[in-house]
């Protein structure tokens, strides 16, 4: 497994853009599938994006696609949530999750570990 620790949450005005660091202490992280979820108050957590192990293959939800760009760099041990365009709906707290099962997964409960999350607050 791999410890992860999410970073680069704050409060930015519709339009405005910011980018979440999700980092992991573990020596096996290139061999991780990582996945961004987010969760609102009062909803489900829901997908957001999900990058395969080398980086090649990236998968989005609908509603962030164009807007949100995954990438990651293992020689950091880190992935990154670009998110431009922000508007108040994409206000929650955001984690990065790893798995080492699949290429890459929508799925939550196919991630094994997770970080503590990062909160994100676009402001209308």
């Known amino acids: 497994q791999v410890q992860l620790a999410e970073s680069g949450g704050g409060l930015v005005p519709a339009g405005g853009s910011l980018r979440l660091s999700c980092r992991s202490s573990?020596?096996?992280?290139?061999?991780?599938?990582v996945g961004w979820f987010r969760q609102a108050p009062g909803n489900e957590r829901e997908f957001v994006a999900a990058?395969?192990?080398?980086?090649?293959?990236?998968y989005y939800a609908d509603s962030v696609k164009g807007r949100f760009t995954i990438s990651r760099d293992n020689a950091k041990s880190t992935v990154y949530l670009q998110m431009n365009g922000l508007k108040p709906e994409d206000t929650a707290v955001y984690y990065c999750?790893?798995?080492?099962?699949?290429?890459?997964?929508?799925?939550?409960?196919?991630?094994?570990?997770w970080g503590q999350g990062t909160r994100v607050t676009v402001s209308s």
């Open positions: 999750a790893a798995q080492a099962r699949y290429l890459y997964s929508s799925q939550a409960n196919q991630y094994n570990c």
């Open positions: 573990g020596r096996t992280f290139s061999s991780h599938g």
């Open positions: 990058i395969s192990r080398s980086g090649i293959v990236t």
